[in-house]
């Protein structure tokens, strides 16, 4: 697990399967911690506790799903960037 990989959280809640979202991030101790806001509504933070203890700690986790940006391998073409976006495509 790297700095900046997003972690998704599983539940044991039904019908639902990510109940939380946080931030990998390696502290001085050496292991990772999550950038995270706990509750709606409160700051976010970094826990104090490392990645293990804190799935360990929140009986509605299950596990866990880790998600990591690579950069595009790829070259499109320029015309690509020039095309308006049709709003219609993503709010119908």
């Known amino acids: 697990m790297r700095d900046g990989d997003i972690i998704a959280f599983t539940t044991s809640i039904k019908g639902l399967d990510i109940g939380h979202v946080g931030i990998a991030v390696r502290e001085e101790d050496g292991r990772i911690h999550i950038l995270h806001a706990p509750q709606p ?4 933070h970094i826990t104090k506790e490392p990645l293990s203890e804190y ?5 509605k986790h299950s596990g866990i799903i880790i998600l990591r940006a690579e950069e595009l391998k790829v070259r499109l073409p320029a015309s690509i960037y020039r095309k308006p976006i049709d709003p219609a495509l993503y709010y119908p």
């Open 41 to 44: 509504g409160t700051k976010v």
């Open 55 to 59: 799935i360990m700690s929140v009986k």
